[in-house]
Nanobody, 116 residues
Framework: QVQLVESGGGLVQPGGSLRLACAAS????????MGWYRQAPGKERELVAS???????NYASSVKGRFTISRDNAKNTVYLQMNSLKPEDTAVYYC??????????WGQGTQVTVSS
């Protein structure tokens, strides 16, 4: 089992910034991928960004140049720095862990609201 605890969501004005963090604990394998997904009301959950334990990053086209994903392997923590936020970034953001055994875990989600 892997437990994921997210933090850092909140309310921010358009153009503002937020930093999300996701701390993983439990049966974490050294080779894994952690990422952030989001789900807006009435929409499907979508990938925002992911990063492998080796540092390979992947971003949704809608956030490229504005969001940066990073990780601290020693702390088993992944971060999402979100800059130049737009109202359309409003969603519940979920952390996800996966590894080569096909294990897959989700965090409980953290709300991000971009509004003036």
């Amino acid at each position: 089992q892997v437990q994921l605890v997210e933090s850092g969501g909140g309310l921010v004005q358009p153009g503002g910034s937020l930093r999300l963090a996701c701390a993983a604990s439990g049966s974490i394998l050294s080779i894994n991928t952690m990422g952030w997904y989001r789900q807006a009301p009435g929409k499907e959950r979508e990938l925002v960004a992911s990063i492998t334990s080796g540092g390979i990053r992947n971003y949704a086209s809608s956030v490229k140049g504005r969001f940066t994903i990073s990780r601290d392997n020693a702390k088993n923590t992944v971060y999402l720095q979100m800059n130049s936020l737009k109202p359309e970034d409003t969603a519940v953001y979920y952390c996800r862990y996966s590894d080569y055994t096909l294990a897959l875990y989700w965090g409980q989600g953290t709300q991000v609201t971009v509004s003036s």
